[in-house]
């Protein structure tokens, strides 16, 4: 057993259903307890769909326990069948009912549905939602595709997409753009949008441009084994993968069309003087593997960040995030425990977050700005607008995305031009508030304090003591960095043994970490 | 007191055939009252015992609480623990120290059984029973299950509320309890009404924490706020406390006859009544009568969730001038819904259970001008051009008594005034 209140990923069942609600005319039967209904909700709210899951549940209840639970299966499975004449049904069990031990696939085969039924094996207390989600779109290309003659003109796959994807959609329209100006027609793009008779068709495709590992790896195998199909390795997030990728996909395609990058604004975004200040900011980077290896290139090569790590909860993909920290320089933190990510940032004290849905709420806990790069996300990064991550827009997209929460250089300056200013430091409070929220004290002088134990002797060894005048100095560091400042110094005058910080303190640390 | 009570009706709904359906159900399971409780009961913790499923429903259903520390986890089963069950009780035992340690403040342990730990028999009672020797006296351990194969939604509130009764101690003293959680603001607006009537002492189940907890036996009477608590009612029972029957106090009129039933049994006079509760009466059906002006004349639609749909569609029809089509509640209990059904008008199809896709079929017939469903089926009846009132919000917002009556007639209305205001007219 594990403690756990927050999970990255969710149980298997809910990857096949980002699978089935992804595609068209596929049914999902699962053979599930009352009440896992909820996942419903994770794509009619958070993703916005119009629709409701092509999924139907057994939604057994205790009562049935005793008797048939088998029969409700198939019951469920031919009023499935009846009511929306699915072109195909996957089948499979929720976490309960891989405990009674029914076997969804095998009583669905005895009942002779005029339609492919394919059966799911997601093993719920070993694995999680990317595996289901990989694993049931593995299993629908193994069961559907067939062998075909390819195109005559040179056509690709589009793999991976799902529902409830961080930015499928726009990545999806980025790519199929991108491949066009190439004069590369798109085949199928699987799941997103895919019909079973789709998946069928498959294997008329030259190559399969795979944009997302997690959901879309095993596929791309199968179909590269069987279907003598080749399959993309660079994920196009950032200019430079993208410009990777366009290179991998010419070789695989033979194209030599010329491209229009006249929309790829993010280089000379990032070459503008006022980027000058993103030069070296540490940022920790978290999420999962696909993004996080993208994020950490992007950060290092085409922001002029320091990574200052790199981490991801999904354990299929430790070893090349492993591999990638370590050419960085950094730890590679593999773990689904939110609490030692939290733990990690802490001791790192970066200068910004790249992360999930739960990196963001550390960041906001530990004053730390953040943007959201990978899922979990939560409804906000389902948006209306076109915000793609991969190809030219989405790399200036990722600009905006990673910018607007650090202060700009301009801004930065004009702080620390004002920071003694009466209205325009913390204590006046936000301005964009209207009123100065936390007032000033009245008088202008120092607020008041709590009296503070002067006497030099060391209560707790390892505790420092500010002095007056070090502390008012820093109070006049902007209200941003104060933080880290405090904490450098403290660890700073810690290391050398010393009880109090004077002024020279302060500045001697200030030295000492200046890079 | 004649005039408090409402007029009996010429039909009401009680003895109408009910529509009792099997098939899939689109509710949620009893774990999701987790989310309130934890609010309600300041010194629980709520340990679900279940699979990855359950942590991965309470964070959906939890939304942006998760992150603010709350007093609720799941310990996820792994795989070696369902090949022996000792090792799952040794697990057990280890996560609760370890939890216990990190967090002293936890007074209640509530261990919650989930559809895996109830379908490989983890026997969590004789767990509870073990960790609260263990540690006595701080800690006090109960179990209750709020799996989906036993408990729909609210349900779960009713499972621990029932766990709590045997081992509330005995009393012989006349003492109203008032049961169901309630939010803080609407709990002192009941105490301090029931105060003016000079009704007392009055105690709350839950309490806010344990040492408010109150004593049960047989000169306990008791009325309930919320009308999913039979197993918490026969609970009651058992310990010999007396149930006060009386519609529940939704809207003015439900109020007044709560309050009213419960004055009755405690022999306060018309004219201190009247003085109590003619001011907010008034206050109250002004509030309603402003804010449900567009509900007039409108139909409503209620898919099963929380069993509050039937004193829902009391309100709405008598106090608001809607009309019901039909009425679905997960679970009917006479003796907890007959009182708002007495006053419910004939007319509605009620039902108990589901089938969604026949009741989705049911829907579209009717086209009522108001739907009120869960989250799954919200958003695409929308889509289909049909308005809905997601049903998860009255559970959550306080809507209770004479203050909030007003405020409970908007929920209902906001979505149709928006529907109005983006110019996409409803029916």
């Known amino acids: ?515 | 007191m004649n005039d408090q009570s409402p007029p009996p009706p010429s039909l009401g709904c009680r003895d109408q055939p009910v529509l009792k359906q099997r098939g899939q159900r689109e509710v949620f399971c009893g774990l999701t009252g987790i989310i309130w409780l934890h609010r309600k009961i300041q010194d629980a913790f709520f340990l679900v015992v279940g699979s990855r499923t359950c942590a991965h429903l309470l964070q959906s259903a939890a939304g942006v609480m998760i992150f603010a520390e709350p007093r609720f986890g799941t310990a996820i089963l792994e795989e070696s623990d369902l090949a022996g069950l000792n090792d799952a009780h040794a697990e057990l035992d280890r996560e609760v120290e370890r939890l216990l340690a990190r967090r002293p403040d936890i007074r209640q342990l509530f261990l919650v059984g989930s559809c895996p730990s109830e379908v490989i028999k983890l026997d969590l009672s004789r767990a509870a029973e073990r960790l609260t020797q263990q540690f006595a006296p701080k800690v006090r351990v109960l179990e209750y299950s709020g799996s989906g194969i036993e408990t729909t939604f609210t349900q779960g509130e009713d499972a621990c509320l029932a766990s709590m009764v045997p081992v509330l101690p005995e009393t012989d003293a006349r003492e109203l309890l008032v049961v169901g959680a309630l939010p803080d603001v609407v709990e002192d607006q009941m105490l301090s009404l029931l105060d003016d009537l000079g009704i007392g002492p009055v105690r709350v189940l839950p309490a806010r924490n344990i040492d408010a907890e109150m004593g049960v036996g047989a000169n306990t009477v008791y009325a309930l706020t919320q009308p999913f608590l039979s197993d918490t009612h026969a609970a009651l029972t058992r310990r010999g406390a007396r149930h006060i029957p009386a519609p529940f106090p939704l809207g003015e009129e439900g109020t007044t006859a709560w309050l009213a039933a419960v004055a009755a049994e405690f022999g306060v006079d018309a004219e201190t009544f009247a003085h109590v509760t003619d001011a907010p009466r008034r206050r109250a059906q002004q509030a309603v009568s402003q804010a449900a002006d567009v509900l007039h004349d409108k139909t409503i639609f209620f898919f099963p969730d929380s069993q509050l749909e039937i004193p829902l569609a009391r309100f709405l029809t008598r106090e608001c001038g809607m009309t019901a089509l039909e009425v679905g509640s997960p679970y009917i209990h006479d003796a907890l819904h007959g009182p708002d059904l007495d006053l419910l008008p004939a007319g509605p199809q009620i039902s108990e259970g589901q089938d969604v896709d026949l009741q989705l079929d049911r829907c579209r017939a009717a086209q009522p001008d108001l739907t009120v469903c869960g989250l799954g089926l919200a958003n695409p009846l929308e889509a289909e051009g049909l308005s809905t009132k997601w049903a998860i919000e009255l559970v959550f917002t306080p809507v209770h008594f004479y203050e909030q009556a007003g405020d409970l007639a908007a929920l209902f209305a906001r979505p149709l005034r928006r529907k109005t205001k983006l110019g996409i007219a409803a029916a």
């Open chain 1, 1 to 515: 057993m594990k403690l756990t209140v927050w999970t990255y990923e969710g149980p298997p069942h809910v990857g096949a259903m980002r699978v089935a609600t992804g595609m068209k005319g596929l049914h999902y039967v699962l053979h599930a307890p009352q009440g896992d209904t909820y996942a419903d909700l994770l794509f009619t709210m958070i993703e916005r769909r119009d629709h409701r899951p092509p999924v139907t549940y057994t939604t057994f209840q205790a009562r049935d326990l005793g008797s048939d639970t088998a029969g409700l299966f198939k019951q469920a499975c031919q009023d499935a069948y009846d009511r929306f004449k699915p072109e195909a049904i996957i089948v499979g069990a929720s976490c309960t009912a891989e405990l009674i031990q029914d076997d969804p696939g095998g009583l669905a085969e005895t009942m002779g549905l005029p339609v492919p039924v394919i059966p799911l094996e997601l093993p719920s207390y070993q694995r999680k939602e990317n595996f289901g989600a990989d694993e049931t779109f593995f299993q629908i290309v193994r069961h559907l595709a067939a062998p075909m003659a390819k195109t005559a003109r040179v056509s690709c796959n589009i793999i991976g997409p799902t529902a409830l994807g961080f930015r499928h959609r726009d990545d999806v329209a980025e790519i199929t753009n991108l491949l066009f100006e190439l004069g590369i027609e798109v085949n199928v793009v699987a799941p997103m949008g895919a019909t079973p008779s789709d998946i069928g068709r498959m294997a008329q495709a030259h190559f399969n441009v795979l944009l997302y590992p997690e959901t879309g790896e095993q596929a791309a195998r199968y179909c590269e084994r069987t279907f003598d199909q080749p399959y993309t390795k660079t994920i196009p997030i950032g200019s430079g993968a993208t410009k990777d990728f366009i290179a991998e996909v010419r070789a695989l395609s033979g194209s030599d069309a010329p491209l229009d990058d006249t929309r790829a604004r993010q280089r000379w975004w990032a070459a503008s003087v006022d980027s000058t200040y993103l030069t070296g900011k540490r940022v920790f980077i978290f999420g999962d593997g696909t993004h996080v290896q993208a994020a950490a290139r992007v950060a290092r090569d085409e922001m002029g960040f320091e990574v200052a790590g790199i981490g991801c909860y999904n354990r299929e993909f430790a070893r090349p995030v492993r591999a990638l920290a370590k050419e960085f320089g950094v730890e590679a933190l593999i773990t689904d425990d939110y609490l030692e990510v939290e733990k990690v940032i802490e001791a790192l004290q970066p200068e910004m977050i790249l992360g999930t849905q739960m990196e963001r709420h550390i960041g906001k806990r530990l004053g730390i700005p953040c943007a959201v790069i990978s899922a979990p996300v939560h409804v906000q990064d389902f948006p209306a607008r076109y915000s793609p991550q991969m190809g030219f827009e989405g790399a200036n997209v990722l600009f905006d995305t990673w910018v607007h929460p650090l202060v700009m250089g301009l801004e930065e300056h004009l702080l620390h031009m004002f920071r003694e200013d009466f209205e325009f430091n913390d204590a006046a409070g936000p301005s964009h508030h209207g009123g100065h929220a936390p007032a000033a004290s009245v008088d202008g002088g120092p607020a008041p304090q709590t009296p503070r134990d002067i006497s030099g002797l060391q209560k707790n060894p390892g505790e420092v003591i500010w002095l007056d005048t070090a502390e008012r100095e820093l109070k006049k560091i902007p209200f941003f960095v104060r933080g880290k400042a405090r904490r450098n110094t403290e660890s700073f005058a810690a290391e050398r043994g010393l009880n109090e910080i004077s002024l020279d303190t302060l500045y001697e640390a200030k030295a000492h970490f200046a890079r």
